[in-house]
């Protein structure tokens, strides 16, 4: 192999591992504001998202506050770097209010979430806020 086939090879797997490490390492960061997602039942009437409309695979922060009350930490980081590479409570809100306008609170940042027995007001919040 010519070395400048190696060499061009070898820039192409450093750039392909430099853009995968770009995907993963800024949802290890922990810096930025915290923010959780918290569950508590409500007796509002109201409409509401279906719980089963609402996969936890997709839906894991919602999903984890709902059976538990609040899910873990999402770390906003440093000047939205982190927004266009890592899941967040607020892309999933957004999808959620796009597809379930009716279930949406007064701000973006509540939705109702109803299951079988209970009714759910589901919001992000940020710590020591």
């Given at each position: 192999m010519r070395r400048v086939t190696r060499n061009t090879i070898f820039a192409i797997v450093v750039v392909i591992g430099l853009l995968l490490a770009l995907g993963a390492v800024p949802s290890l960061l922990r810096s930025g504001e915290p923010y959780h997602v918290t569950a508590e039942q409500t007796t509002e009437q109201g409409p509401s998202v279906s719980l089963t409309a609402l996969p936890a695979s997709r839906y894991p922060f919602v999903s984890a506050?709902?059976?538990?009350?609040?899910?873990?930490?999402?770390?906003?980081?440093?000047?939205?770097?982190?927004?266009?590479?890592?899941?967040?409570?607020?892309?999933?809100?957004?999808?959620?209010?796009?597809?379930?306008?009716?279930?949406?609170?007064?701000?973006?940042?509540?939705?109702?979430?109803?299951?079988?027995?209970?009714r759910y007001r589901v919001r992000i919040d940020r710590a020591g806020a």
């Open positions: 506050a709902i059976a538990d009350g609040r899910s873990e930490a999402y770390y906003e980081g440093p000047f939205g770097f982190k927004e266009g590479f890592a899941h967040s409570p607020f892309d999933e809100f957004d999808a959620i209010t796009q597809r379930y306008g009716t279930a949406v609170g007064p701000d973006d940042r509540l939705i109702y979430v109803g299951t079988n027995e209970s």
